[in-house]
């Protein structure tokens, strides 16, 4: 093995994602040759690179730290080290979400539009780079989380039509502002996703393993921000229940009384007014949005309220969710597709190179555990038979 020189300046190598036995690094510039990383003096082939990759490294102890090294044709070309996550103690049940497809896209970026020169639109190959990604981690439900589309036009449609054809799994969905605009030649998001059998209701509740998962409407017609306290009553009748849930909308909720950046979401007062009413029907309670486009987690009482960023632009994710009797684990995981992950990575330049600092948040806000209020043992598992009502 080649030393490594005091002056030498390694290449970065990101720890995008942790679980509890495994964890996904991510590059952006390594040099071309077979890549391996040594994990305790434990070897793992990771395949080859050309230009920013991923790659996942497998059968890491659970709530440790341990040492990598990332070598390039057996030459040690990085090292980081990653704390893995505490296992869950109980049976999992997995699911996934992605949101901010953004169907009929062309460009990305505020004032110098990034364009792609792909065989395939980007939007496309990213969200079926996230949906296979998913489906190959166990997620058994994908809910999308809104802006499938641009404008809502009937071929940005047929292009979900394309995307949903390849996915083996159930699907719950809901619109964001951009499937609800309104312009000449839309489409009507409702219809769309209800001819589908993908959006019942604007409150739509599906039961997995016991746990309740809503999916709700959080858009205004016409405008780029969201609303809920309109469905307060019934959000909260979703979420009564002796069993953990997760709430989904398109619009994150306002962590402030005066919004400090865009996209407007939620008004706080609406959003804060929403989780603690839900909290006294249910202490155990998990919020997963999009919109933003970047990822965030915080904490409001006992609930958690996270936004995950978009399938398309930098970094290109999807987040698995990890359900057990004791607490939920998020990892937010970017797209592997060698192609959608080129793409993404391009998108790291847009808002004079902003974008990419902004954008990802903290390894901690992508991939955490958290533990429920309640103890809830296996008796989550007994519970597979029951009804979903709108589904
Ligand atoms: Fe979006
Ligand atoms: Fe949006």
């Known amino acids: 093995m080649a030393p490594i020189l005091p002056t030498t300046q390694l290449p970065s190598v990101d720890v995008f994602a942790i679980e509890d036995d495994a964890a996904q690094l991510t590059w952006r510039r390594l040099p071309g040759g077979q890549l391996t990383a040594l994990v305790e003096d434990q070897e793992q082939d990771l395949g080859a690179v050309h230009g920013p990759g991923a790659a996942d490294l497998r059968g890491l102890r659970p709530g440790t730290t341990q040492t990598i090294d990332v070598l390039v044709d057996g030459r040690v070309t990085a090292q980081t080290s990653v704390r893995t996550l505490p296992a869950a103690s109980t049976s999992a049940t997995k699911i996934a979400t992605i949101s901010d497809l953004h169907f009929g896209e062309t460009g990305f970026g505020l004032v110098k539009r990034i364009r792609d020169h792909g065989a395939d639109p980007y939007p496309l190959r990213c969200a079926q780079s996230a949906a296979r990604d998913a489906v190959a981690w166990g997620a058994e439900l994908l809910v999308i989380k809104g802006d499938i589309t641009c404008h809502s036009r009937p071929e940005e449609w047929e292009m979900f039509d394309e995307f949903l054809a390849d996915v083996p799994i159930p699907i719950m969905a809901i619109p964001g502002n951009h499937d609800v605009l309104g312009h000449l030649g839309s489409l009507d998001a409702t219809v769309e996703l209800q001819r589908r059998s993908l959006f019942p209701a604007p409150v739509t509740t599906r039961d997995i393993d016991g746990f309740r998962i809503v999916a709700v409407d959080s858009t205004v017609p016409g405008h780029s921000w969201g609303r809920v306290g309109r ?21 994150h909720f306002e962590a402030r009384a005066l919004p400090w950046f865009w996209p407007l979401g939620v008004r706080y007062l609406d959003g804060t007014a929403l989780v603690d009413s839900l909290l006294e029907a249910n202490p155990d309670l998990f919020f997963s949005a999009g919109h933003t486009h970047r990822n965030r987690m915080r904490r409001h009482g006992s609930a958690v309220i996270t936004e995950v960023s978009s399938t398309k632009d930098y970094p290109g994710v999807w987040a698995g969710y990890v359900l057990s009797g004791t607490g939920i684990r998020q990892v937010v995981r970017r797209v592997s597709d060698p192609d959608s992950l080129r793409w993404t990575d391009r998108t790291h330049a847009a808002v004079g190179g902003i974008w990419g600092r902004w954008s990802p948040g903290q390894l901690h806000q992508r991939s955490f555990a958290h533990e429920w209020s309640r103890p809830y043992g296996e008796v989550l598992l007994e519970a597979q038979a029951w009804a979903s009502p709108n589904v």
């Open 231 to 251: 469905w307060r009553d019934e959000i909260r009748d979703a979420v009564d229940t002796d069993r953990p849930s997760m709430v989904f909308t398109h619009h």
